[in-house]
């Protein structure tokens, strides 16, 4: 099944301590991106990528970090959380940015940070 | 910088009546996607607009992008249960990046 996997789907931290929320698709798209979803703020993208090993910063890429080695996964990576990141996140992807193609989402990481 | 404004934040209807959600954008838009997201669910894309004018229908779902390519609109006839959630538009801007709108909520009176 095609698909975007996220995970964990919930993680509860505490202020400091690194974690990395994975992504992985199996539709060999090219273009995929992060986002963070706060209410009354709608979905507003962390980075992106566009292929392999190019990666690009959204409108809030402070406190995160996202690498793109392999072309079906693209963690995040938060080095030092603070409570301002706690967030529901979620992963997208599509074969191509620029070809109009809809974005695919995974079922998101709610996480928290006390 | 560029946005997509999309009003109301929440609309309270009862089971049958018509719900819309509007979107208006500050610059012109290349086109515009729209996406439901059910509670406690991700985002599913719907449909996507390009032309100026452009209406398309999915069975009680009607969508339209207006003449300028500024603004666009979801028009639901007649909400059952199953419409509930947060549908947000996502324009696409000059530098093809989407710019999402903050969504609407339907939300069924009971």
């Known amino acids: 099944e095609a698909q975007v996997t996220q995970n964990p789907r919930y993680l509860i931290t505490v202020t400091g301590k690194k974690l990395t929320v994975t992504c992985s698709q199996n539709?060999?798209?090219?273009?995929m991106s992060w986002y963070r979803q706060d209410p009354g703020l709608g979905l507003r993208q962390i980075y992106y990528s566009m292929n392999v090993e190019v990666t690009d910063k959204g409108d809030v890429p402070e406190g995160y970090k996202v690498s793109r080695k392999e072309k079906r996964n693209f963690p995040l990576i938060l080095e030092s959380p603070s409570p301002n990141q706690t967030s529901l996140y979620f992963c997208a992807s599509t074969p191509y940015h620029l070809n109009d193609s809809p974005l695919h989402f995974g079922n998101g990481t709610r996480l928290t940070v006390t | 910088g560029q946005q997509v404004m999309q009003i109301p934040q929440y609309q309270h209807v009862q089971e049958g009546e018509d719900f819309t959600t509007y979107c208006n954008s500050s610059?012109?838009?290349?086109?515009i996607q729209w996406y439901k997201q059910r509670p406690g669910g991700h985002p599913v894309f719907l449909i996507q607009?390009?032309?100026s004018g452009e209406v398309k229908k999915q069975k009680r779902l009607t969508f339209q992008f207006g003449e300028a390519k500024k603004n666009s609109s979801l028009h639901i006839t007649a909400t059952q249960t199953t419409d509930v959630g947060t549908y947000f538009c996502a324009g696409r801007d000059s530098n093809y990046q989407l710019i999402w709108g903050a969504g609407t909520k339907l939300i069924i009176k009971p």
């Open positions: 610059t012109t838009l290349s086109n």
């Open positions: 607009l390009v032309k």
């Open positions: 539709m060999n798209h090219e273009y």
